[in-house]
Structure formats: structure tokens, C-alpha cells
């Protein structure tokens, strides 16, 4: 008998095969069917091209910079009010956006489907080519957030009330101690890696839920390695923060959070939920 999360109606004797049709198309995905689909992913990034795999995170690093520039836009209309964050965070979601919907190579979605291959098949050449992808990623992705910082540091090219709100941003991208960065971080690699895990089943939603999901890591101020560098280096860029906070108060906490929050929270567990569903002649190989 089929499971009811894979049937769904499917075989219903009460419906025809049209009807039965369209129950299957309405089914929600099994865990195992969404494991395996973001461990494809996975599998295919791994064997990526090195250059192909660095561009591509190039990209991802600069297009998540539209997060604080479409953040700071929003911010310099609105009234010094303690809802304007409420608003203003729907501009964060703009680089997630781009970077998502587009398929560029983001750190933080890697932290999950790089795993997962890591997870069925544990053996040191999967290990090897999982490092390989995270220096890659990360490298070229801060690569990226540091060209768009510097494009925003150009004198004239925004309205004076937009260069007050990214400096007021990336002020408060480099404050706090570090294990409460950490913390933060931590949330914020759980929120981004749930999101990958949640776009197979979101189908036409996929723009929804990538909004959703990184608003709230706006709006609760949590720490992204990638979004969070662009401000960091744009605090660097015009003095506001020194070289020594970037590193301190931010990239090392945050870094670790991230990993943390994406490795242990949802790989790990996500994992482990349909390890034992796993027919073990697939997995060893």
C-alpha cells in the first residue's frame, strides 16, 4: 500500500484518471524524494568546473549587494520610526532573490547541499571536493560583496539621504559581541538552509518563500556572511569600522554561525529524519 503522502488520491478508486492525475500533481513531496532532489544539487556542484564555479559565486557575491542598497533605498524614504525596519527589510530580500531565482552559487544554500552528498556517501574524496567548493564559494562570494562595496563608496551616484542610510546599515552590521553574532549567525544559517530545503516542494511559490524567509532574517537583524559582507566592507570603505572589526566582530563569528546553523541544524537533522528510508546499496556507492 502506498504511503498517503505519495499517493494522495492518486489511486483513489473515487476518481478517474484525469482526477487521479491531478491528485498527484497536488501532492506534497516525501521527505526522502526533497532529500534527494537538494542532494543532486549537491552532486552536481561538487563536480563543477572550478572557473564555471568561481564566476558564478562572483555573481552571487555581487548581486547580493542589491540587499543592502535595496534595503538602504527603502530606509531613506521612510520616517526615523520604529516600524520603518518592518518596511525597509523587503529590500534585503532583493539580493536572495536574484541569487535563487537566477542559480548562482551562494555559501550559505552550499552548507546544505554540499553536505548531503558528504552524509550518504562518507569517504574522503567527497570530503575533499566538499572543501574544494566552500573555498571556492566562500572566496569568490566575498570577492564579490567587496566589488560592490566599492561601486558604492563612488561619490555622486546616490542621493545623500541613500549614502546616510548604508552607512547607518553597515554601522549596524559590525556591532556586539561575538558569540551573540555568533548566535545570530547561527539563525540565520538554519533560516537560509531551511529555505533550500523548502524550495523543491514550493513549486510556483519559490519567489514567496524566498521573500518570506529572508525577511525574517531582516527584520530579526540576524547575521548572513554573504549579505552582511557587503556592509561590513562598505563600513571598512568609509571609515566607520577598521579592518580589525570586520574580521573580529564579524566575518569570524558570523562564518562559524552560519556553518553551524546550516551543517548541524538542517543537514544534520534533515538528514538523519530519512537516513533509515535510504536503500544502503545507493548510499555506499
Known sequence: MPKPSQSAGAESPHLDEKEQGQAA????????????????????????????????????????????????????????????????????????????????QLFTESTLTALLPLLTRKNAQTFAAVLRLWG??????????????????????????????????????????FWATVLRAVFAGWLIALMVWLLPSAKAERLLTVVLITYVVAISHLSHIIAGS???????LTGTASVADYFLKFMFPTLL????????????????????????DVSEK
Open 25 to 104: 500533481e497536488h501532492a506534497s513531496l516525501p521527505a526522502l524524494v526533497i532529500h534527494e532532489l537538494v542532494r543532486d544539487e549537491g552532486e552536481a556542484a561538487l563536480v563543477r568546473n572550478a572557473g564555471a564555479m568561481w564566476w558564478s559565486a562572483l555573481a552571487a557575491g555581487m548581486s547580493m549587494g542589491f540587499s543592502f542598497l535595496t534595503e538602504a533605498m527603502l530606509q531613506s524614504a521612510l520616517p526615523a520610526t520604529p516600524w520603518r525596519h518592518l518596511i525597509a527589510g523587503f529590500g534585503y530580500c532583493m539580493g536572495f532573490v536574484i541569487v535563487i531565482l537566477g542559480r548562482q
Open 257 to 280: 554561525g552560519n556553518i553551524i546553523g546550516g551543517v548541524s541544524l538542517v543537514a544534520l537533522l534533515n538528514h538523519a529524519a530519512i537516513a533509515a528510508e535510504m536503500r544502503p
Open 136 to 177: 571556492i564559494v566562500l572566496l569568490a562570494n566575498l570577492s564579490g560583496t567587496f566589488i560592490f562595496a566599492i561601486a558604492l563608496t563612488t561619490h555622486g551616484v546616490f542621493a545623500p539621504e541613500v549614502t546616510l542610510a548604508l552607512q547607518d546599515l553597515s554601522a549596524q552590521a559590525i556591532q556586539g559581541e
Open 230 to 236: 557587503v556592509e561590513g566592507i562598505y563600513a571598512v
